[in-house]
């Protein structure tokens, strides 16, 4: 992936977390029985996948990357919309910081977690599953939404605009 490629990703959660504010604050929270319950649970879900992979295994920058119950329960739109500009500043650091580096092994152990055995992954890898991851997600935000009776816009990378640089 390239950053042009995260650009019209980035595009589309930007989409996405627009939608979310036009929706009912009842709605944003509501349980709908499947994936991270909620359209907010999922959001958070999402830039966690993120900052824990990104910032904490691949950048040592976090290792404190998962959301706890407690401090999730707190969360509006506008401090989640914090928390993706942070996935976006972990994103731009691997392309800055690893750009000669994506498909060299990063060997560790999983710092948000105790104990456990090294793994070894590369940064290529690592992003790949973090986008992939949310789109999976996105789309059961777009279905929670069409549940509570939204019509959710077009997330698909083919409605973003092209960057040049």
């Not at 959301?67 to 329960?73: I, N, P, R």
């Not at 929670?144 to 040049?164: F, S």
């Amino acid at each position: 992936m390239n950053k042009n490629e995260y650009e019209w990703i980035r595009q589309t959660w930007g989409v996405v977390l627009d939608f979310c504010g036009e929706l009912d604050s009842n709605d944003f929270t509501r349980q709908n029985g499947f994936g991270f319950q909620s359209v907010r649970d999922t959001l958070v879900h999402i830039a966690d996948c993120y900052n824990a992979w990104l910032g904490s295994f691949v950048l040592k920058q976090t290792k404190k990357p998962i959301t706890s119950k407690e401090d999730l329960m707190a969360l509006g739109l506008d401090e989640i919309k914090i928390r993706f500009e942070q996935v976006d500043f972990y994103v731009n650091e691997v392309f800055k910081v690893l750009k000669h580096q994506m498909d060299e092994p990063i060997q560790r152990q999983i710092p948000w977690r105790e104990g456990g055995e090294p793994i070894s992954m590369t940064p290529s890898k690592l992003l790949m599953h973090t986008t992939t991851h949310e789109f999976h997600h996105k789309g059961q935000i777009m279905a929670m939404a069409r549940l509570m009776g939204y019509e959710p816009p077009n997330t698909d990378v083919l409605g973003t605009k092209d960057i040049r640089n």
